[in-house]
C-alpha cells in the first residue's frame, strides 16, 4: 500500500489489533520498520443511525420571502440504510402542532407549504421500510421572519474623509451589524443617491469590507442582503459621504526658515503664517534641539494666523524648529480634514551677531 490510510468495511464484531509495518530497501537489503500496536473494538448495534441535521441550524432565522422563494431549503446527512427522510415541522417541540410533513428521496427538501412568521421546532427520520425507521433526529428550532433591518456601522452618515498628504485617493472601512438571516451581502457604492450613477458594487459573506482608491467627491452607500440565487431579501438605508482633498499646508512666515532670532532686547517671540482657505483653527508646535534631540516646548491652536509666546523661561539659546498645520473642524471640534505640516528652522541668540573687532591707536606713540 502507498497510501496513508485504508478503509475496511467487512469486520465482523469484535476485538482486533492493528499495527503499520513500513518497508525500506537500501543497499540491496529490505529493511521493514513496524509501528506501535494498537486494538480497537467493533461493535454491531441494531438501531439504526438517525439522519443529520444541517439546515437551518438551531436557533437560525429564515426570511418568509427566501422560503416562497425556494431559496432555503431544509438540509441533512442520511444513512444508506433508508432511502427516504421524513421531515417534521411543529410549533411545539412534543410535535402535537405538525403544521408539515413529508417523505423526501434526497437529502434536501423546499417545504411546499408557506410557513407564516413564527417560531417552528423541525426533525427529520429515516423511513427503511413500511413497518421500520430510524430513530428521530436531535429537534432543532428555527424562525422564521417577515423581514427585517441592515444596520449600518461606519462610515457615519455624512463623513468626511481625507486622502494622506502625498495621496489622492483614501481607502475606506465600511461596515454594518450582520443579519439574524442567512445570506451574503453586497455593497453598493454610487455617485448619486439614486444609485442610477453606480461607482462601486462589492459582494461579500461577512459583515464588512474596505474598499480602496476612492477619488476626491460625493457618494451615497448601502448595503444589500441576497439568497444563494441572487435574489434581494433586504436593504439598508442609504447613507453618504464625501472624499476632499487634504488642506494645502501654509506658508511660514516668521521666523523664517533659517532666521536668527535676538532675543536680548524682546519679552515675546511672535509667529506668523498666511491663512490657508477653508481652515478653520491652526496647530502650532515648537521644538528645541538639546544635545540633538528635539524637545517640544509649547502646542497651541488658534483660530488667528499668529501667536505670541510669553513663557520665555522655555526658551534658551540654540537651534529651533516650528511647524504649524491647518485644521479644517465641524460642529465644534469635529476635525474633518488637515494639511500637511509646514516646518520652519530658526536659531535664538542673546545680543545679536557677534562683529569684528575694531583696533583705534593713540595718535602719539610713547617709546621707552
Given amino acids: ?219 451615497a452607500w448601502r448595503v444589500l442582503l441576497a439568497d444563494e440565487s441572487g435574489n434581494e431579501l433586504m436593504r439598508s438605508a442609504s447613507r453618504t459621504l464625501a472624499v476632499r482633498r487634504a488642506l494645502p499646508a501654509p506658508e511660514a512666515l516668521y521666523p523664517a526658515d533659517g532666521k536668527i532670532v535676538d532675543m536680548s532686547k524682546s519679552d515675546v517671540l511672535n509667529f506668523r503664517w498666511r491663512p490657508v482657505r477653508e481652515a478653520t483653527l491652526y496647530r502650532v508646535a515648537l521644538f528645541h534641539a538639546k544635545k540633538g534631540i528635539y524637545h517640544n516646548i509649547l502646542t497651541k491652536e488658534t483660530r488667528d494666523t499668529a501667536i505670541a509666546m510669553t513663557e520665555l523661561e522655555k526658551l534658551d539659546i540654540g537651534d529651533f524648529y516650528w511647524t504649524v498645520q491647518a485644521v479644517e473642524a465641524q460642529g465644534g471640534r469635529t476635525v474633518v480634514r488637515t494639511s500637511p505640516e509646514a516646518r520652519s528652522r530658526f536659531s535664538i541668540t542673546l545680543g545679536g551677531a557677534a562683529r569684528k573687532p575694531e583696533i583705534k591707536s593713540p595718535r602719539k606713540i610713547y617709546v621707552e
Fill in 1 to 219: 500500500m502507498n497510501g496513508s490510510s485504508v478503509a475496511l468495511d467487512d469486520l465482523a464484531a469484535g476485538a482486533y489489533f492493528w499495527r503499520v509495518e513500513r518497508s525500506i530497501t537500501a543497499g540491496g537489503k529490505r529493511h521493514t520498520e513496524t509501528g506501535t500496536a494498537r486494538r480497537v473494538v467493533v461493535e454491531r448495534s441494531d438501531t439504526p443511525v438517525a439522519p443529520e441535521l444541517v439546515y437551518p441550524a438551531e436557533g437560525a432565522s429564515i426570511n418568509r420571502l427566501a422560503l416562497e422563494r425556494e431559496s432555503a431549503p431544509f438540509s441533512w446527512r442520511k444513512n444508506s440504510e433508508h432511502h427516504l427522510t421524513r421531515i417534521e415541522i411543529a410549533r411545539d417541540k412534543a410535535f402535537r402542532a405538525l403544521v408539515y410533513s413529508e417523505n423526501a428521496r434526497g437529502n434536501i427538501l423546499r417545504p411546499a407549504k408557506s410557513l407564516r412568521p413564527a417560531t417552528y421546532f423541525w426533525r427529520a427520520t429515516g423511513v427503511i421500510d413500511e413497518s421500520s425507521s430510524t430513530p428521530p433526529s436531535p429537534i432543532r428550532e428555527f424562525r422564521v421572519v417577515e423581514g427585517g433591518d441592515i444596520v449600518l456601522v461606519e462610515p457615519a452618515e455624512g463623513a468626511v474623509l481625507t486622502p494622506g498628504a502625498s495621496k489622492d485617493t483614501v481607502a475606506v472601512d465600511f461596515s454594518w451589524r450582520r443579519s439574524l438571516i442567512d445570506g451574503s451581502y453586497r455593497l453598493q457604492l454610487a455617485r448619486d443617491a439614486s444609485f442610477s450613477s453606480m461607482y462601486r458594487e462589492r459582494s461579500i459573506d461577512g459583515p464588512g469590507v474596505t474598499l480602496d482608491g476612492l477619488e476626491p467627491g460625493t457618494y
